[in-house]
């Protein structure tokens, strides 16, 4: 039973979960990296995808990754500012790593001032976000070692709702599509965002509510 219960203390050390701060490393050298010319990044996302798009003045992160430790973020550490970010579904392959980010952001706003762990707080601001989020959707009940696609959508929206962000949904006018302009800049153009799904319907409340039954048949992520 000794043998037993020092297994078990072991295993429980071994287990704890790093905090957002640990998860994320900090940027280990000062400053932000400015991006002039027009480019992609596509990151190993795990079982899920995640890109970043960038032309001068503006950049877009396209979903997280499956990984809780952030694929992208050894490059959108060195930023000062995610424009914006666009979340596809609600999926346990592309929000693990965006809760990460926003876990973070969180903590830093709940850490003491310290002149030795400023460095340590440094991250980008987070601007606009895409996101077609069930309004069903709700945290209830729900297993933290044991969460499922819909759990995950409500750990977003709460993220994102303690840290003042409103996501924004889209969708496109049946029969018709109109870009969103995303950045425009007198002299050299502007970047358009063209929607073609879910199409928008008059009881269309945020997003398509046959969503949710597929949600709830979606497999656990331990």
């Known amino acids: 039973m000794e043998g037993l219960q020092e297994f078990t203390e072991y295993l429980s050390e071994s287990l704890t979960p790093d905090s957002p701060l640990d998860l994320l490393e900090p940027p280990d050298a000062p400053g932000f990296l400015r991006l002039c010319r027009p480019c992609c990044y596509v990151f190993p996302g795990g079982r899920g995808d995640s890109a970043f798009f960038s032309v001068c003045g503006f950049n877009i992160l396209v979903n997280g990754g499956s990984d809780s430790r952030s694929c992208f973020w050894k490059l959108v550490r ?13 999926g346990s392959d592309n929000l693990p790593g965006v809760v990460s980010l926003l876990q973070r952001k969180l903590s830093e706003r709940h850490q003491e001032p310290d002149a030795d762990q400023t460095k340590n707080l ?18 209830d009940q729900v297993d933290p070692c044991k969460l499922r696609s819909s759990d995950l959508g409500s750990v977003t929206l709460q993220l994102l709702h ?30 358009e965002l063209y929607t073609l799904i879910p199409v928008h319907q008059k009881n269309w409340t945020g ?7 597929i949600l709830k048949k979606s497999p656990d992520v331990c």
């Open 122 to 139: 440094i991250s980008p601001e987070i601007g606009v976000v895409f996101f077609n989020a069930p309004d069903q959707l709700k945290w």
């Open 207 to 213: 997003t398509v509510p046959q969503w949710l039954p």
């Open 78 to 90: 060195h930023l000062d500012r995610v424009d914006s970010v666009l979340l596809t579904h609600c």
């Open 162 to 191: 303690r840290l003042s962000i409103t996501p924004r949904p889209l969708s496109r006018v049946s029969g018709s599509i109109q870009p969103l302009v995303l950045f425009q800049k007198l002299g050299v153009g502007c970047l």
